[in-house]
């Protein structure tokens, strides 16, 4: 009943604290997303065109392959590989780079699903206070 109370009511200063510091992780999380993408490729020797490219193709293959996430992760590996590919004209480098940019993403999965609970933990703090 008390959690209704909160959904129904006004947030109140308190709410509005609590919303804005699940913003500020929200857009926090979405930016190590990206960094540890970028810089895990970056490590195994991907250049930062490459990156780029893969990059704003994880932006539309989230439009192109119309399953959720799962597309612009695709596309961006994908990118990444064709552009190194093409950059190196060696597969095995192209492929040790794609890998960099797998362990990334794998980190910053673990990352956000990580802030994800603390987000959800300071909504239910918030709803029952």
Same mark, same amino acid.
């Given at each position: 009943?008390?959690?209704?109370?909160?959904? /129904?009511?006004?947030?109140? /200063?308190?709410?509005? /604290?609590?919303?804005?510091?699940?913003? $500020?992780?929200?857009?926090?999380?979405?930016?190590?997303?990206?960094?540890?993408?970028?810089?895990?490729?970056?490590?195994?020797?991907?250049?930062?065109?490459?990156?780029?490219?893969?990059?704003?193709?994880?932006?539309?293959?989230?439009?192109?392959?119309?399953?959720?996430?799962?597309?612009?992760?695709?596309?961006?590996?994908?990118?990444?590989?064709?552009?190194?590919?093409?950059?190196?004209?060696?597969?095995?480098?192209?492929?040790?780079?794609?890998?960099?940019?797998? $362990?990334?993403?794998?980190?910053?999965?673990?990352?956000?699903?990580?802030?994800?609970?603390?987000?959800?933990?300071?909504?239910?703090?918030?709803?029952?206070?």
């Amino acid at each position: 009943m008390i959690v209704l109370g909160r959904i /129904v009511a006004p947030f109140g /200063v308190q709410g509005w /604290v609590v919303f804005a510091i699940m913003t $500020v992780l929200m857009i926090g999380g979405s930016f190590v997303d990206n960094l540890l993408m970028a810089t895990s490729s970056r490590k195994e020797g991907a250049s930062w065109l490459s990156i780029g490219l893969a990059l704003l193709m994880a932006i539309l293959g989230n439009f192109i392959i119309p399953i959720p996430v799962v597309g612009g992760i695709i596309m961006a590996v994908l990118t990444l590989y064709l552009a190194e590919w093409l950059r190196l004209k060696d597969s095995q480098k192209a492929f040790t780079t794609m890998k960099g940019m797998v $362990v990334g993403c794998g980190w910053a999965v673990a990352i956000r699903f990580i802030i994800g609970l603390v987000m959800i933990g300071l909504w239910m703090i918030w709803a029952w206070t």
